[in-house]
Nanobody, 124 residues
Framework: HVQLVESGVGLVQPGGSLRLSCAAS????????MAWFRQTPGSEREGVAATLTSSGITFYGDSVKGRFTISEDKAKNTLYLQMDNLKPEDTAMYYCAADAKAVAPWDWIGGYTFWGQGTQVTVS
């Protein structure tokens, strides 16, 4: 079992930057995929970015390519999402997710077993 705790709640102006963190604990060594999703009220959860922990391969949603960067600090068991050039449409609840397999496709919500509680990002 893996526990995920997000941090980095923020209110930022358009064009600004924010970094989200996701601290993992428990059976972290079994994790093969980690990802960030986001969701706004009334909408489906959307894949933002993901990484395969063994290879470091990363994936990004079209709407965030070139603006967001996913990274992992294995020593700290922490996943990050660096968000630059933020836009009002990036406003959402952001969730960290993990699974013991290489989830394919990377943004398949049902492929992730472990989820954090979410952290709110508001761009206004």
């Amino acid at each position: 079992h893996v526990q995920l705790v997000e941090s980095g709640v923020g209110l930022v102006q358009p064009g600004g930057s924010l970094r989200l963190s996701c601290a993992a604990s428990g059976s972290k060594s079994s994790v093969r995929s980690m990802a960030w999703f986001r969701q706004t009220p009334g909408s489906e959860r959307e894949g933002v970015a993901a990484t395969l922990t063994s290879s470091g391969i990363t994936f990004y949603g079209d709407s965030v390519k070139g603006r967001f960067t996913i990274s992992e600090d294995k020593a700290k068991n922490t996943l990050y999402l660096q968000m630059d050039n933020l836009k009002p449409e990036d406003t959402a609840m952001y969730y960290c997710a993990a699974d013991a397999k290489a989830v394919a496709p990377w943004d398949w919500i049902g492929g992730y077993t472990f989820w954090g509680q979410g952290t709110q990002v508001t761009v206004s």
